[in-house]
């Protein structure tokens, strides 16, 4: 037998014991010591279940990460929060980490990986519940819920109902909210976590606390500071805004030999400053085929307006005309119709597509973001446009601040990214090739665009979005990482809010129980 072969076989049969013996006792903790998961064991499964590798891949959203030997040994579907609590307490009883998994949507896959020689990940996948109350305007969403849950089950109660987060439905609401989450509603309403009102939370000791229990500072914390810091949250009560029974929606596409780039540079100057009514985004990729020489670049101007069609036209018409916009171009329909609109389903998907968890956006892909304070002028763009040529499936998404987003304080919550900004960017590079070379080849053009960026990007520090997670940016090389090597990375997504985070953080788990490549550390005091 091959000498490679027999070690791995060896090193495999040495993990399958392992992870029974884990199992075993991690059983035993649960059951005798906590009083839990007394009834049912196929709540944790081994890599010897036969539902493992399904449940393991079942929310994988990077495929990048689906072929990662860095494996858990055990997987935890809970059902009730007494479980979370009992597999809490046993893995700090056993010196044992884990992940917490909502959406499956992190994308450096810190919500399923972890360099520690042995992790457990929480699948919150069973706790799906949403109770609306229109009545007085608000929700209770346990973490499990995807956004599309949420819309359809808001837009089962009223049609002039709504909540201002993501676009992308399978995202999990537990890793959206702790993270700021913005969508097309933000320059009318802000973030999905500036309308989060109270939550239910376990802690370290495993006390499970409510916004009062935990007290304003942790409130504060687990809205755009990263939850899986400070304890695993159970659900989230939200306050729900007002929508029109109908909006407007539409797409105009336009090319680099059709006048994108003076578009684009145009947008820059006026999409913050639109009436809050109106979101208009820019979606940039390469299209066409490069082997028959007809590659281009074009930007997509997608746009929500909370409105009429006849509003719509007069405000485009004095503020930016030079998109041509004319009435064939928009169309009306109800606002979670949009949702569906916004997910890129096709014309007439039914709603229900905002509860399918195998949609659309699967694929390997590395992602990196930034923020925009002064535009960007008509050479800079050129230039993406001329490295965009260089690669295959690339995207940069520009979303536009001001408005509500303007009104709100750096302080507020963590998410610092405030009046002053004009955009967020979000570069995406995607590919279907599974060798390490290919992956390696992508990561590099995306980190080659991202150097090209810096003199056209905030500055001091250059920001990022959390949600948008970019390992590149610095990680925790050990649990007791220092706060001058945290900061590094810290101050990116949160600037001054990085060091209020992490003073609660050294209150609330002093030995950093919680903790991955980018937790927020504990400092001794």
Request: charged letters at 20%; a positive charge.
């Amino acid at each position: 037998m091959n000498h490679i072969v027999l070690v791995s076989l060896l090193l495999s049969v040495s993990w399958a014991t392992c992870s029974s013996k884990i199992h075993e006792n991690f059983t035993q903790c649960m059951s005798t010591e906590f009083n839990s998961y007394l009834k049912s064991f196929q709540t944790i499964f081994t890599p010897q279940s036969p539902m493992y590798s399904c449940i393991l891949k079942s929310s994988k959203q990077n495929l990048r990460w689906l072929n990662s030997t860095s494996k858990p040994h055990l997987i935890i579907t809970p059902f009730h929060e007494s479980e979370i609590r009992a597999v809490i307490l046993c893995s700090k009883k056993r010196g044992l980490q884990f992940r917490v998994r909502s959406g499956g949507h992190d994308y450096e896959g810190l919500s399923f990986l972890c360099k520690t020689p042995f992790i457990i990940i929480i699948d919150l996948v069973n706790l799906r519940g949403i109770e609306i109350d229109i009545e007085d305007e608000t929700a209770w969403v346990q973490t499990g819920a995807t956004l599309g849950e949420l819309y359809y089950a808001i837009a089962k109660k009223s049609t002039v109902h709504g909540f201002p987060a993501g676009l992308c439905p399978t995202v999990g609401v537990g890793g959206h909210f702790t993270g700021g989450g913005f969508g097309i509603l933000l320059r009318k309403y802000g973030l999905a976590a500036d309308n989060v009102i109270d939550a239910y939370l376990i802690g370290v000791n495993g006390r499970i606390l409510d916004r009062q229990g935990m007290g304003e500072d942790l409130f504060w914390d687990i809205r755009g500071g990263g939850g899986a810091s400070f304890g695993i949250i159970l659900s989230w009560k939200i306050k729900l805004i007002r929508v029109p029974p109908t909006v407007i929606v539409f797409t105009v596409p336009e090319t680099i030999e059709q006048g994108a780039t003076k578009l684009v540079h145009r947008w820059q100057y006026i999409a913050g400053k639109l009436h809050e009514d109106l979101f208009i985004r820019i979606v940039i990729q390469n299209v066409g085929e490069s082997t028959s020489n007809k590659k281009t670049v074009e930007a997509s101007f997608n746009s929500l307006f909370l409105g009429g069609i006849n509003r719509l036209i007069t405000l485009m018409n004095d503020s930016f005309p030079e998109l041509g916009l004319v009435p064939k171009n928009c169309t009306e329909m109800s606002w979670i119709e949009s949702t569906v609109y916004f997910a890129g389903f096709q014309k007439g998907s039914p709603l229900e597509v905002l509860l399918d968890k195998t949609q659309l956006y699967k694929a390997k892909f590395k992602a990196k973001s930034d923020f925009v304070t002064v535009p960007i002028p008509e050479f800079g763009l050129e230039g993406i446009w001329e490295r965009f040529l260089e690669e295959g499936l690339v995207f940069m998404i520009m979303d536009p601040f001001g408005g509500r987003m303007n009104e709100i304080p750096e302080s507020h919550i963590p998410f610092p990214h405030r009046e002053g900004n004009l955009y967020n960017i979000q570069y995406l590079v995607k590919w279907d090739e599974d060798e390490a070379r290919a992956t390696h080849k992508h990561v590099n053009w995306i980190k080659m665009l991202y150097r090209y960026m810096k003199p056209y990007v905030s500055k001091f520090p250059r920001a990022a979005y959390l949600n948008y997670r970019d390992l590149d940016l610095g990680i925790n090389k050990h649990a007791n990482t220092s706060y001058p090597e945290a900061r590094d990375w810290g101050i990116k997504y949160f600037k001054g809010n990085f060091k209020r985070l992490v003073q609660v953080k050294s209150k609330v788990d002093s030995d950093n129980f919680f903790r991955s490549e980018q937790s927020i550390p504990s400092i001794p005091t």
